[in-house]
Structure formats: C-alpha cells, structure tokens
DNA sequence: CTGTTAGCGCGTTCAG
DNA sequence: CTGAACGCGCTAACAG
C-alpha cells in the first residue's frame, strides 16, 4: 500500500500515482490512465504515508493546542471552534493538556515541537516563563489564545473589559449598587482585563468598590467556592456578585447555599461564560454569553494563516456580550 | 539543527551522533568523542526530526483517543490516565472528539490512521458500524476503553454489573425499596451491563421494578433531565433515584429541583462518577467512586504493548466501588 | 501526458 | 570505537 505498489498494479510510473491522487485537476491525464490508476488505488486501499510527506514537505499538516485543564468546561467551546477550523483546512489537531509547571510538562512539550506546524496557546499566566522559553525556542508560529503574555506572541481576545462592564450593567439597571466582583486568577491578564473593565463600569455609573468586595477565585471550582465564602462573610453583604467565570460560579452556588442565602431573593448572581451546564444548576445561571466557537475558529484561523506565511496580528474578536437571563438577578431587597 | 549539522561542528560522522544521541548506554565511546558531540548537540540545540525518525523506524511513537465529546466531564479522569501512561512510555497522545457520525468524521479519521501507531476508542454505541469499518480498515492495534462493541477489538472495561450493584446496595442498605433507574443511553453496553448489574441486584434483595422506574438517559445533562422528569412523573414516585453518570445527575437535579422536590428529604439520589463538581452540587452527590485514572492507564499501557508486538487481552479493571457519601441519600419517608 | 532522478533526516547494516 | 552507504515513502524539478 505505497505508492510503488499502486504504480506496479496501475502499470504506471509511481510519479504519476502520485500527481494523479493529489493534483487531480491540475494534469489531464489520459482518461485510461486516470481509471486504471484509481482503480489501482482503490482496491489496494491506498494512504498516503504521513510522516514521508512531512518529511519531505517540511510541514506537518497539523497544529497543537494546549490547554490547561481538560476539567474545565469553560474552555470546550473554544476547542469545538478550533476543530472546526482545522477539519475545514484538513490540518489535524493535537489537543494537550499541560497544567502546572511539573517537569514532565517538559518532554510533553518537547515531543510536540517536532509534530506540528503551530501551536494555539490556551494557558498562560504571566509568570509562565517556562512556557515563554519553550515557545520562543521551537521558533514555531504560535497565538495565544483568550489570554495574552506581555510582548509575547500574537494574541486572539475577547473584549474583556466589556465582558466584565456587561455584568455590571446588568446588575445596576436592576438597581444593585453593592456589588462585589468574583475574579479570575489574577495573574492572568484575562481576569486583569476584567477587573478593568469591572472597574471603569462601576465607576461610570458613579460606584465606589469598597475594600472587601473583590476576591480572586482562581479560574477553578475549589477557588470560586473559596472567594464567593470571603465575599459574602462580613457583617453587610453585597446585593450581588459578579462572576468571572462559569466554572468558578460553581463553587460560588456551593458557598452561598451552605450559607443558607437564596438566589436571587438574597443575593443576585450573574456569570461570564456560556455552557449547557449553567441552564441545569440551582437556580439556572443568568450569563454574558461569549462566542468562544468563534474566538477558537479565528484563533485557528490566524495560525493556519501564518503557517502559510501570512504573519499574525493581534486580534479582538467581536462578542456581543449578549445577556442570558435565566433568572439568577433580581432587583435588590433592604437586608 | 541536523544530523549533519551536529557531526559537522563535533568533527564526526553522523551516525555517531546518531548513535551516541540515543543508545547512549550501548557503546562505550571515547569520553572525547562523547563530550564533542554532546556539547555540539546543545550548542546547536539539536532535536531529532519525529518524522525522519518515524519513517525509519516504521512508528510513529503516538497514538490517539477517540473521545465522543469533549463537553462530558465524566471523562477527563480517563484522558488523564492516558496521558499519564504515555508519558511515562514517551508516546504522544492525540485526543479527537468525534461526536455524531458527521460526514467530516471520517476525514479526520482517515488523517488520523498515518499518524499513530494505534488508537484508543471511548466512544462506542453498538450500531457504529463506520467506526468499526474504519478500525477494520486501518489494520492498527485498537483498544476500547469502557465500552465495548460485541465481537469487536478488545476491550478494558470495569465491573460495571457490580457498579450498578453498589447504588442498589446502598439505597437498600437505607431502607429503599421503590428505586427507579435513570439509566445512561441503553444503546452503549456500558449502560446495557449497568442494567444487568442493577436488576439482578434489586432481584437479589427481592425486589422487582415495576413498569416505569427506568428511563434512557443518553449519557447527557439533557437527557439526564429528561428522564428524571419521566421517572417522577407518576402518581406514585419512587423514594430513590439510582443515576448511570454524574452528567446525567446534573440534568436530573434540575428536573427535581424544577418539581419542588428536595433531596434527600422527597427523594434519594446516588450516581456512579466521580468529579469535583459531585461536590459543589446542590445538594452534593453520594457517588459510586470508579478508579478511572487507573483505567485510562491500563487501557494506554494494553494498547502500548500491543504496539510493542504483544497483542491485547479483554481486561476488566477492578474497581472498589466505594461509595462517597455527600448525604443525598437518607432513608424513604412514607408519602 | 508520463517517466527519471534527487533528496527530505534519520537509523542501520557492514567494514575497517 | 567510528565512518560509509543505503533506503524508509514521498514530492518536485526536469526530461522526454
């Protein structure tokens, strides 16, 4: 099943097995031929080795993806975008998994370098100096991912700031005026950006944040949970909480009905992040719906682009910050 | 950073390099010789070519994992225990998701046969037959992992009759008696053995299952939900609820908490899975823990030995069944 | 329109 | 202990 046994069966010269397969239309090639070459082909069930192509091509036809933690639904959508976009150019992806920095992660990366054209970068925080130094060394194309690293590589983003602004106006035109901000993992810039944003948008409408009401959740459930039990501790609670993030809004429900509070009759709740998940807790999770399907499509997009020699730019991708109200704010009630 | 170049800068052959690089131990070079190579190697920051190396060798030193959807976080321990095993073996992994039979499905399998040396299947309904003819088709080693098609490739499976078992077991052990199945999608022999394991269990103890105490779920939050709303509906509802999969729960506390019923108080409920998000649930899960880590390793290390020329056996992983116990369950109460 | 030829980078005999 | 030479399967000139 190489291409010399095809050629040997069709009577031809394996070069033009070869053209015949892949150009197709480019050579016209004498009908007879042409027939009995895919014929050939057919019924020795001819594929075309991978790894000699690559070889000698020099391009691998396939892109990785690295993600921190395949636990977290809050990213699924964007590897559905990047699927996508990739089954659409006929490139293969490699989705990895690369949490904390264990020194495993290493070979992981190593072992990927020599495999793909490109890398999508779905992690990163700002101290990622490891990572940093891999991606500089492969000398690879290579876009971050709704996360950026300071005069790093390209980047495809979400308008964060108005991600986060969009809860908060939510939130006051149900006429919440105490409002404390679940954050991100601060060291990453996405959640940085939000708090931004967040900030700006309470200030525009004229709100102090008062000290007490942001705490940082981690990206994670455990972390959410954590925060959302800091913000609601002290004597005066917030109206409502701004939540950076799906999976951490988890956590936050587990925290605040172990406090015995009821959405959204105590507290109001509203998420970013879009997920079947958040139509299924108690109560259904109001949320900013984001279009990560289309940030992974475009972020694939670019890297594939710049695979080809179109260097990438810097990218923020349009998202309506849509609200999906599914009952989880309600205006405020006097304590 | 070839071959070549590296014996160039070190003043020797390349195949001395190429020897010194890998055997190492194998032949005793002159320490001289040894630290020129060694030190031109770092120097140019040489890595070997994956895909010169593959064409040689004939391996691809990777293989993949057929995932149904990458949103099932019923999962991810599984991927985990894979990576892990490949990681030890030095092999990289390759996750798709190859959700509905989609005609773009077999495009991305067909780039995926020239790419690994076998491939890892957790996506199995009986009536797949265009996967099987693929997995017939590429002639490479292929290992299923907690699912199995009859007469197909070999399987790694847990006891999943004796899973099933432990929710019948333990909601008995409460007191129950009038247990409904919320079954995962009967379709997959998972949910088929599941339901062997569940009767014979409600048998053993004596009891039968009326009409109307099982319902398909189909392994997702929606029709986890779904199911749950069948299975209340009647005049008479059963005391506890004995749930496939933590995915399906999650749509199933929505269909309960929608009805007004609290658990455990109306209604018990037990699942199989275990997840971090079975602890933030409201209320949280009692869970019938599966070692699913160690399930994904051994399938990775089957389908690894099978590579190395040692052809798979059906394994059955046992797994303690153990019961975590978040208080969903309580005795019945007389309606 | 089709055959010939020359590598892509590497691992492996076989000599020496 | 090290070098020389061949070929894995494929593509892209270049002939014819």
Known sequence: MTLVDVAKVAGVDLSTVSRLLRDDRAASYRPETRARVLAAAEQLGYR????????????????????????????????????????EAGVTLLISEIGSSAPERTDRLAALAGRVDGVLVAHAQDTDTALQAWLDDIRLPSVFVQRSIPGASVSVLFDEENNAAAMVDHLVAMGHRDIAHLSGDLSTDTAKRRKVGFDSAMAAHGLSIPRGRRADGGWNIEGGRAAAEKLVAGRKRPTALAVDSLVQAIGMLGALHAKGLSIPDDISVITIDEHPLAAHTTPPLTTVYLDQRELGRRAATALLDWVDGTPAQNLIVESPSDIIDRGSTAPPVAQ
């Open 48 to 87: 075309v080795n991978a790894q000699a192509r690559a070889l000698r091509l020099g391009r691998q036809d396939s892109i990785a993806i690295l993600v921190p933690d395949l636990d977290n639904f809050g990213f699924t959508a964007v590897l559905r975008g990047v699927q996508e976009a990739c089954e």
